[in-house]
């Protein structure tokens, strides 16, 4: 079963490729919805906690296979790394959310960072930063648009691999967040180490947030933590008034969850900055 997905995943990941060069949209509207065999992008709104402003999104892949119809990332990214096909995979997605992030630039609308998620496999690989260089220089996104999520676990694979790459790709203006922050253990030294500008707070300290003082005491530290070391802190999976409250009081600075939105295609992302220039 395994062979079978991986052999969807690698037909998906060229038909979607192929599409791209042959121009498959031929300057109509892209459909909402990603034709089958292919993999498309959501794109999941960061909001600023205290004005409200869409400033951000973060990209999610997903792919639509033809007989099982959507199939969440959580089910197919682990055979992506463990087969390599992550690298070519991972490489779209980039290439794919620069390009997004400057079609909104280019409409005038307010500026987003786009973030997309760098699995250890793709971190680890040593033409990541020419890549990603690659997919800048091609779209024309300015590297400071670009925000890349990586996991504590994924960095202590090899710290200091981890440190220099990190260096390299700050070093040219992209920026670096931790994703699932709690979750894994880096060390408290190793994180002052890391030259990135935001942390995530894990979605699972977030869920009981409005009830649980074990919680509250987690994203208050977190928060805390954060700001002593002059990093943002972004809460995900906020879905309650409750919980946004809560992360406002007490002084965390973005949001993401499905109360102000679940990830979107790009199109639904357009008109809320639309609307938001309305204001
Ligand atoms: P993640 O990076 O921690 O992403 C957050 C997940 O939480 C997403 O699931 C998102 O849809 C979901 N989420 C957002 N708001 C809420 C909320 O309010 N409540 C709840 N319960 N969940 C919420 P998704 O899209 O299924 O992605 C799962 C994971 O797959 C991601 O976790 C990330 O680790 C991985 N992933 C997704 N796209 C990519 C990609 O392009 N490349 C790589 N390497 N990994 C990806
Ligand atoms: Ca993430
Ligand atoms: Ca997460
Ligand atoms: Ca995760």
């Known amino acids: 079963a395994k062979l079978v997905m991986l052999e969807d995943m690698r037909r998906a990941l060229d038909t979607t490729l192929a599409d791209e060069t042959h121009d498959a949209t031929d300057g109509q509207a892209p459909a909402l919805q ?45 055979l992506a790394e463990e087969s390599g096909l992550i690298v070519g995979l991972g490489e779209w997605v980039v290439r794919t959310a ?21 699995s250890a496999r793709q971190f680890e690989e040593k033409r990541l930063v020419d890549r990603i260089a690659g997919a800048l220089r091609d779209t024309g996104l300015p590297p400071c648009a670009l925000d890349l999520e990586v996991t504590e676990s994924l960095l202590m694979r090899d710290l200091n691999q981890a440190i220099e790459r990190m ?32 942390l995530k707070i894990d979605k699972s300290f977030v869920r009981d947030l409005a009830s649980s003082s074990d919680d509250q005491a987690i994203a208050l530290a977190v928060i805390s933590l954060g700001h002593r070391l002059h990093l943002r802190v972004i809460a995900e999976g906020v879905e ?18 499905y109360l102000f939105s679940p990830p979107v295609p790009a199109e639904r992302i357009t008109e809320m900055l639309q609307a938001q220039q309305r204001q």
């Open 240 to 257: 309650t008034v409750e919980q946004r409250d809560f992360l406002l009081a007490n002084d965390c600075d973005e949001m993401q969850g």
């Open 167 to 198: 260096r390299e790709l700050k070093e040219m203006g992209v920026t670096l967040s931790i994703d699932d922050f709690g979750t894994g253990y880096s060390s408290l030294s190793a994180l002052k180490s890391f030259p990135i500008s935001t």
């Open 98 to 118: 620069c390009r997004q992030a400057q079609l909104w630039r280019a409409a005038g609308l307010d500026p987003l960072t786009v973030s997309v998620n760098v």
């Open 34 to 78: 990603a034709p089958a065999g292919r993999f498309h992008l959501l794109y999941q709104p960061k909001v600023d906690l205290r004005t409200g402003r869409l400033f951000g999104v973060e990209a999610l892949i997903r792919w639509r296979h033809p007989e099982h119809g959507i199939v969440p990332p959580m089910r197919f990214i682990g």
